[in-house]
């Protein structure tokens, strides 16, 4: 029985955790490969090296540190505003460039304020994000690269700025004001490019080092997202723009801010809802609310839907011989791979584990094993490089897969029903030797008109 006396309580894994993240050698950054962590020292001194310079070379000024408030008030603002969709698309991009609407405000340090104040708002935001929005969650190593990717881009584009100052203000707040006639529209956009290139480039290769098991085009992301930056770059212009001439207009800038980010990050919101985090395939709810909307198509049109089922065989050993990042890298190597083996309105989806499943719109009873037998080749052709626990590089290939398969209506008549007659078509590939694909037989039920 405890007495209450703080000196006997047992600690908890949670406290160690907690006490963990003051150990510096208990920091997980160092668990990375050693290419990795020198990269990422590498880029943090590079970022703080230009701050302390300029810190004993810029004049701080009352004006400025009100910007600096102001600029921070809008972070905390816009931060409360978006805590539940930006913790979503945390987990969502995982493996890719996570763009948001930040770069407003750090675009609008760049022309307010000198680097050193400019970077105590790319520390501001990066530092509360952490505490308040991912609750301490993400490593906080990852943070801190991340604002120092920015604080590198930031005092890039302030260099590109400052080309066009006079000598004795170099290191100075770039003055919007003069930045007026012909000149100042491509001066804008050279900075608004580097700001974007730096940080997009420094982010991409750390994702590259990271997750040798994906795809390139995961680490580039999607292309469509870098218009948030564009987008972010511009609002941030237009917020010290008004600062400048006109700062009582500020709270409409920062209505038009939060109407911006709801707009434009509702609908990323809404495909997290439907998307498996870790695979990028349909989450196992949605793809089981779309067979049921296929099914009942297929019904209405007196036309055929096809159901796969597949299972990774013998995947639980890679987990335990190389460890969860490899099995990781893997699952995503395989939906890869499964994506580019199907039609585009095929529908593939992750149902847990290492099981996925297919919607075949149309398939019959000799198409499906066509189908299921091009995705069980296109598993085993890919291969896979990846990091083991060990911190050697892996390559893992010849991956096989166990595939049932079940077609409406001659197997079932309902999803449920043509899920259970995949899946025992399943276990009977995998009970036959494994690798290898079978068809659900024809039922009484599955048989009438």
């Excluded at 969650?137 to 584009?157: D, E, N």
């Excluded at 400052?162 to 100042?184: E, H, M, N, V, Y």
């Excluded at 709270?251 to 609908?267: D, E, R």
Aim: glycine share 8%; hydrophobic share 50%; aromatic share 6%.
């Amino acid at each position: 029985m405890s007495n209450g006396r703080p000196g006997n309580a047992v600690p908890t894994s949670e406290d160690a955790q907690i006490g963990a993240k003051w150990q510096p050698r208990r920091w997980t950054v160092w668990s990375h490969p050693r290419p990795v962590v020198v990269y990422i020292l590498l880029v943090e001194a590079m970022a703080l090296a230009p701050v302390a310079i300029t810190a004993r070379l810029t004049p701080i000024t009352p004006k400025s540190l009100l910007w600096l408030g102001l600029l921070m008030v809008g972070v905390v603002i816009h931060k409360e505003a978006s805590c539940a969709i930006e913790r979503i698309r945390e987990i969502d991009r995982e493996g890719s460039p996570h763009t948001n609407l930040q770069s407003i405000w750090f675009f609008a340090a760049i022309l307010m304020l000198p680097l050193p104040l400019a970077a105590a708002v790319v520390a501001f935001s990066y530092g509360y994000a952490w505490l308040r929005v991912y609750q301490r969650r993400p490593p906080l190593h990852r943070k801190v690269f991340s604002a120092a990717t920015i604080v590198l881009a930031t005092g890039t584009a302030q260099l590109a700025l400052s080309l066009t100052a006079a000598p004795g203000r170099r290191f100075a707040a770039p003055a919007i004001s003069t930045l007026t006639g012909p000149i100042a529209l491509p001066v804008i956009v050279a900075a608004g490019l580097l700001y974007w290139l730096i940080n997009y480039a420094l982010v991409v290769a750390i994702l590259i080092m990271t997750h040798p098991g994906n795809p390139g085009s995961k680490a580039l992301g999607d292309p469509t997202e870098q218009v948030l930056i564009g987008a972010g770059v511009c609002l941030g212009y237009g917020i010290a723009l008004v600062a400048d001439i006109r700062p009582w207009m500020l709270p409409i800038m920062l209505g038009l801010v939060l109407g911006l980010h709801v707009g434009l990050l509702v609908p990323h919101y809404q495909r997290a809802a439907r998307t498996d985090a870790k695979t990028g395939l349909a989450s196992v709810s949605f793809w089981y609310a779309q067979a049921e909307r296929e099914l009942a198509r297929a019904a209405g049109t007196d036309t055929t839907l096809g159901i796969l089922m597949i299972d990774l065989d013998r995947f639980k050993d890679i987990n335990d011989l190389y460890g969860h990042l490899c099995g990781d890298a893997v699952l995503n190597a395989v939906a890869g791979a499964m994506k580019d083996a199907v039609r585009s309105y095929d529908l593939v989806g992750r149902l847990g584990g290492e099981e996925f499943g297919a919607l075949i719109p149309g398939a019959t009873s000799e198409t499906i094993l066509a189908t299921a037998e091009r995705l069980r080749s296109a598993i085993k052709r890919a291969v896979v490089r990846s990091t083991a626990n060990n911190g050697a590089t892996v390559t893992i290939g010849n991956l096989t897969a166990s595939i049932g398969a079940a077609v409406f209506p001659a197997s079932a008549r309902t999803v449920t029903g043509l899920s259970q007659a995949a899946d025992a078509a399943l276990y009977f590939a995998k009970e036959n030797g494994r690798d290898q694909a079978h068809l659900a037989p024809v039922t009484g039920a599955g048989a009438q008109a």
